[in-house]
């Protein structure tokens, strides 16, 4: 699945799915298999499957930031200092936090 914004909000890939992409390619990059041969050894006790996880992990971590991102300008999924700003624009007040007992 590629990223992509739709009804639904920002839709990213999962790390197996980046992991698949980097080992296998794009039509416009080639992966791991297409620069070394389909002989390479990419499991995860490997050294080229530990630097691949190491990379789909870097570019989830990165696609989670920018779903963040684009998610703290909804009022139902913004949190924190982004939820405030969102209600200041709408004209909405929230509510103080209770202590509990």
Known sequence: ?????????????SVA?????LKNGTPGYPGFFQ????????QPNSPDGQQLN???QGK?????????A?????PTLAVGTQLDQRCA????FRQAGTRTL
């Open 1 to 13: 699945m590629p990223n992509t914004i739709g009804p639904s909000g920002l839709q990213i890939q």
């Open 17 to 21: 799915e980046i992991l698949e992409e």
């Open 35 to 42: 620069i070394y041969g389909p002989d390479i050894n990419v």
């Open 54 to 56: 190491i990379w789909a």
């Open 60 to 68: 989830r971590d990165m696609l989670e930031f920018i779903q963040n």
């Open 70 to 74: 684009y998610n703290s300008f909804n």
């Open 89 to 92: 624009i709408n004209g909405v």
